[in-house]
């Protein structure tokens, strides 16, 4: 899916999921799904079944998110792939920040400057990275990276904007930033 605010393309989205449902098939992926994938320390291309955790950090699911928001307010970056547009309110979207690659490419030396921004330069601020759902790396590579990066309060949200739309939570569209 290309990115898109388009309110009729959100519409159409909406409509082929509720279709999906109507025809008994699956709508979305399961943010607890454990598809007995290996963990690793590796960024992965995009596309494809993600293990349960992401060493360095936290995995949470959709009710850990929202303690989280509700007790430590942490920085909320949302990966902004396969985004049409509403994500978890108050995320920054960093678009394709979780693409793969490795530890050492431009990407990583971009996201050190903005990070710094985006944190103030306190390493222990919390961090949640949300990516399009569990069937997608773009979350945990990110995670990953910032763990790379040498945050220490990093957490995952494996279920990613799909889980946080598929519970009907309020959504908005994320502040898209340069970086």
Do not use: C
Request: aromatic share 8%; charged share 30%; hydrophobic share 40%.
């Amino acid at each position: 899916m290309l990115p898109s605010p388009n309110p009729i393309y959100r519409e159409q989205l909406r409509r082929f999921q509720d279709a999906l449902r109507v025809a008994g098939e699956r709508d979305h992926a399961d943010e607890d799904a454990d598809f007995g994938m290996v963990s690793d320390r590796a960024l992965h291309p995009v596309i494809g079944r993600t293990p349960t955790d992401a060493p360095g950090a936290e995995t949470i699911r959709t009710v850990d998110l929202r303690r989280l928001l509700a007790d430590a307010k942490p920085v909320v970056i949302d990966t902004m792939l396969n985004s049409w547009g509403p994500s978890i309110p108050g995320a920054v979207g960093l678009k394709f920040a979780g693409l793969g690659g490795d530890f050492s490419d431009e990407a990583q030396d971009r996201l050190r400057p903005k990070l710094r921004e985006l944190t103030a330069g306190d390493l222990a601020r919390p961090i949640v990275v949300a990516g399009f759902n569990s069937e997608r790396f773009d979350g945990r590579n990110l995670a990953l990276r910032l763990v790379a990066l040498g945050y220490t309060h990093v957490y995952w949200y494996r279920g990613g904007r799909e889980a946080w739309e598929v519970v009907g939570l309020p959504e908005a569209d994320a502040t898209v930033e340069d970086w």
